[in-house]
């Protein structure tokens, strides 16, 4: 990119900047370091995490790079509603974990991973599974944020890529390493509030630097009558149905938000994911805003690079005091999730590697930290390779995505009904995988006899989808019977229409494939129906006792002393 037009810091104006960050963020990290750190609070913080702290750690994990550029890519590229498709499906991807999430802390109230339960509803291969997905979902979502900051400090310093990458990669790591956790959900708070309020004086004076509301009406004639349609059907089926899709997916199959859920106080959960949707889309939908101003004066991104939009904006209508507002403000959102992905990532292979299946179940605390640190290191240098060759990482995101589509059901029907085994989860998901990929890369014809194949599993997969959501909020009764109408409705309308829109129908089959194989195999098998009970007493904290004081805790996290459960 031409980066020559855009306004450019000196180099010891940009490492001030960066050192300021990170070392502020490293400081403030220093007030909860503990001399001898626990397992189970460097993995979930004792389950004791409140509720403001939560919300914002909540927020600020989801509000990452890619919520800059996608967020305006969508207004830019789909009008009036595309800032709405993006920022109010990505918000109830934190709303609807809350139904299910209530359940998997009533079975498991001492967890640290998703994965731990399901080892103990299933064993080994399912849980391995889950385990699998979060570890490539994490490490691709690290390469994307340290992608992106290298991209910042090229497109606005002398610096290069490279460097900017490195940079935010030692950062991130410098202040989780020690605590986890603990330390990524108090930065998560100290970021949001920053991140907010630049927020807030960002996205206005860019919208009034550009005219304001007047110059946004006046250029509503630059819009296609596409563009110009809140319900446009373009807009619908080539984004908002596929993130609608995609909802229960990052909310069942994503480590960062099970890892808060099971962090959280339990009476807290519901005020603190319901408060995390609203801050999530009220910033992401105004984020979005931008991209549609710059749609309507007609604005044409640098070198046809979308992911330029923000930066040219922001770059070409406010003072260099703004400009650096807006550089801090991506660093922060950048870094808040990749110190969650750290965290994340260290928990699975602490808790559903090593203490699940190394150790089975004898698991050292002092040896599950230094596995947590080393994953944090290990993982940290991966991304910054992976980074710094800008790898085209789109496939496998579709994997990723697809991954968890497909255990969607298998999971949460594994925590509400007793018949489901571990060969149905197994299978079912395999199976959904293989025929993903068949439908995504139309490896079979996506016509005829094929094509109306696809199309049957999508539709199933779209009755799951909205039985599901219905189910976790009203009830089992409301959930069928939305699911049936949702299924019909697929089926009248979807069959000989879905095929041209290949993303969506490939994870529809995805959701589809895999329920149908799980409800099929444990209807017939002759398992004896599974205990749920059981599983409390299988999952349980690592050390026998927290000795921690509040004030060790820190006072953004809370603590008290007390016993830990049965291991």
Known sequence: MNSESLYQFSTPTVILLLLAFYGGTYLLTLGIRKKHEDADAFMVSNHRVGFGIGAASMTATWIWAASFYAAATSGYTYGVSGPIHYGLWGALMILFIYPFGRRFRKLAPNAHTLGELIHARHGSSSQLILALSNVLGSVISLMVNFTAAGALVAVLSPLSFQAGVIIAGVGVLLYTLWSGFRASVLTDFAQLVALMAIAVVIIPAVFFAMGGPTELVAGLDNLTPEQADFFSMDAILNQGAPFFVAVLAYAIGNQTISQRLFAVNEEHIK???????????????????????ALTLGVEPMNGDMNNLIPQMVSGYLPPLFIALFFILVIGSLSSTADSDLSALSAIMMADVYGKNLARGQADPRRMLLVGRLTMI??????????????????????????????????????????????????????????????????????????????????????????????????????FIAGALALVAMLLFATGFLRDYTVLLASLTAYGASTLVCVVMSLTSRQPDFDFATIRERVGDYETTHDASPAEEGDAIPASPRLASQR
């Open 271 to 293: 005020p603190t994911f319901l408060t995390a949707t609203v801050g999530y889309g009220a910033i992401v939908i105004g984020l979005g805003m931008i991209g549609l101003m």
């Open 378 to 479: 290990v993982a940290t240098l991966v991304g910054i390779v992976f980074a710094s060759f800008s790898l085209d990482i789109l496939v496998m995101l579709v994997f990723v995505g697809a991954l968890w589509g497909a255990i969607v059901f298998p999971v949460i029907a594994s925590c509400f009904w007793n018949r489901v085994t571990n060969a149905a989860f197994t299978t079912s998901v395999l199976v959904a995988m293989v025929l993903f990929c068949a439908a995504r890369f139309e490896l079979l014809p996506l016509t005829g006899a094929s094509g109306l194949f696809f199309e049957l599993l999508a539709s199933i997969g779209g009755g799951v989808i909205i039985g599901l959501m219905v189910f976790g909020f009203l009830g089992r009764t409301a959930g």
